[in-house]
């Protein structure tokens, strides 16, 4: 829902953030966690996970807590992680100056989405999502909620045309995925390539 598709960085220096909120899907955070973290092209994953998040992880996941969340979720810890509390508003990212090539948020609450589409920043994943749109950068937002209502929507498409990429978590089924973590791995994929990090193993399309 909208063509802010460019990325700043090389591809030797990328710098992604990803985020999660409180919304079902906290399997698709496990699966861009891991992908980020082995693609050579990543050098930072700054990684913010909600407070409302943290009772997904428990639910779906059986995490819980947030101290060494990102470690759990890879099952090591990573050079390339660096975990924000989300009150912490005085991070890196809630800065333009610093270089972040991209942002995700996956899964995206509608109560975050509402924050970034009537530019009320009030935590780290509000005030750097607000960071992105100001600065022309690539901001996915990958939507959980079924069904849609009108403020849903009218939301989505006041962050669409703030500059937002509004990219629901709905999966493919063309590839007949045979676990859970494989439709989550093929949606997480087509998201990577849409910011320019496509994947080896990513499933394409082949018509007859």
């Not at 975050?112 to 600065?135: F, M, P, Q, W, Y």
Request: with cysteine; aromatic share 6%.
């Amino acid at each position: 829902m909208s063509d802010n598709h460019s990325v700043e960085d090389s591809p030797e220096t990328r710098n992604i953030t990803l985020a999660v909120t409180g919304a079902s899907g906290s399997i698709y955070a496990a699966e861009a966690l891991r992908a980020l973290t082995a693609d050579p092209r990543v050098a930072k994953i700054n990684f913010i996970a909600s407070e409302n998040s943290l009772r997904v992880f428990a639910e779906e996941l059986n995490l819980c807590g947030r101290t060494n969340l990102p470690e759990k979720l890879l099952g090591a810890p990573s050079p390339k992680l660096h975990h924000h509390a989300e009150s912490d508003i005085g991070a890196n990212i809630a800065s333009g100056s610093y270089p972040t090539a991209a942002m995700i948020i996956l899964p995206c609450s509608m109560g975050t989405l509402a924050h970034i589409a009537n530019g009320l920043a009030d935590n780290l994943i509000h005030r750097s999502a607000d960071v992105c749109l100001k600065e022309n950068r690539p901001l996915i937002l990958c939507v959980r909620e079924t069904p849609f209502n009108r403020i849903h929507l009218r939301n989505m498409q006041l962050a669409s045309d703030a500059g937002a990429v509004i990219f629901p978590t709905i999966p493919t089924l063309y590839n007949h995925p045979q676990t859970t973590e494989e439709m989550a791995r093929n949606f997480v994929h087509r998201v990577l390539a849409y910011i320019d990090l496509p994947q080896p193993a990513a499933y394409q399309w082949q018509p007859d």
